[in-house]
């Protein structure tokens, strides 16, 4: 119990004297998740769309591929990335492994197969008959795409919130293409844990309590915008 009090007098500490090594931290673990994120929004969206709303051969076999990429171990992403950016390596041009593009990298690849199986999903639970209406009235893609995405807001808003507890919390392929370098290529994630693996428990504690209260913030946010239209919408209908 002495290592969670110490954890929480050093984390009250770390916020109150703006500690540049505690915002350093922050600053790296935001842009990781911010940009692994929106990318595997760009990427992961029009895919998870077209999975929901199309039938097409072979699409039951890229819908399994997408939830198995659910279970994508990070450890063995990061080691086979790592791999590939090695000097002699087909990624070794790039210039990746141990910079932060590395890591953004690492964590996109993980981020995208969350968003693709999330929205798939919501996306294939909206009633069948609202869009075979929306076709049989001529509604282009687009449209239909922008009906999808605005009935099953909840669920995508779910698959975002996913991708960015994703980045927030991710280690294993962060610390093995990053390096988890200092000032450099570390997040709050991995700094806990390279203070567990030298025995400062106390920092390590602390520095969790920061990315425990980061999650909660930015989940409580995403949570409220996730409700806010249903909210709306059933007003508006009663």
């Excluded at 500690?19 to 692994?36: E, H």
């Excluded at 819908?63 to 063995?76: C, D, K, R």
Aim: with cysteine; hydrophobic share 55%; aromatic share 6%.
């Amino acid at each position: 119990m002495s290592f969670l009090w110490q954890g929480l007098q050093q984390a009250w500490h770390l916020i109150v004297s703006h500690d540049p090594y505690l915002w350093g931290l922050v600053n790296v673990t935001l842009k990781v998740c911010a940009i692994s994120t929106g990318i595997g929004l760009a990427v992961g969206l029009p895919i998870g769309l077209t999975l929901g709303l199309g039938r097409f051969p072979g699409r039951g076999v890229l819908v399994t591929l997408a939830n198995a990429g659910l279970g994508l171990p990070p450890v063995i992403v990061g080691v086979v990335l790592a791999v590939l950016m090695f000097p002699t390596a087909p990624l070794a041009h790039y210039h990746l492994l141990f910079t932060l593009r590395g890591v953004y990298l690492a964590q996109t690849i993980l981020a995208i197969p969350i968003i693709i199986a999330l929205t798939t999903s919501a996306v294939s639970d909206i009633a069948p008959g609202l869009i075979a209406q929306a076709r049989a009235f001529g509604a282009r893609r687009h449209r239909i795409a922008l009906l999808a995405l605005r009935e099953a807001r909840v669920g995508i808003f779910a698959a975002i919130i996913a991708a960015i507890g994703s980045g927030l919390s991710e280690v294993g392929a962060v610390a093995i293409v990053g390096g988890n370098a200092e000032y450099s290529t570390q997040t709050l994630a991995s700094a806990a844990l390279e203070k567990v693996g030298a025995g400062r428990y106390a920092e390590a504690i602390a520095i969790g309590i920061l990315l425990m209260g980061l999650i909660l913030i930015v989940t409580t946010i995403l949570t409220v915008l996730q409700y806010a239209g249903a909210q709306r919408r059933v007003g508006r209908s009663s």
